[in-house]
Nanobody, 124 residues
């Protein structure tokens, strides 16, 4: 069964950190471009970060640049999203997604396979 499973979400205070994981089963994540997206209540799903096949390039939304880092561990078939200096506006369900494209995109329609999401809440 081909699937992506996110983990690592939770409740954190402003200024805190979380590391999200996106683990793949049934296929090799290293052969895909992987994106992290988020969706807050009442808002559209937006691209947060992306890492291309082979980790050649990474892209970040302006709102998270300098605070979030996307990385791969091919041996673990996993992609991570390190989130530092979290703000209340980062509160959302975070999804990882995989694409067969060689280049990154912030457009959800460019990704073929999605995880179920993990909730991140930033609040004091």
């Amino acid at each position: 069964q081909l699937q992506l499973v996110e983990s690592g979400g939770g409740l954190v205070q402003p200024g805190g950190s979380l590391r999200l994981s996106c683990a793949a089963s049934g296929f090799t994540l290293a052969y895909t471009t992987v994106g992290w997206f988020r969706q807050a209540p009442g808002k559209e799903r937006e691209g947060v970060a992306c890492i291309s096949i082979g980790g050649v390039s990474t892209n970040y939304a302006d709102s998270v640049k300098g605070r979030f880092t996307i990385s791969r561990d091919n041996a673990k078939n996993t992609v991570y999203l390190q989130m530092n200096s979290l703000k209340p506006e980062d509160t959302a369900v975070y999804y990882c997604a995989a694409s067969t494209s060689y280049s990154c995109s912030g457009y959800p329609g460019a990704f073929q396979r999605w995880g179920q999401g993990t909730q991140v809440a930033v609040s004091s």
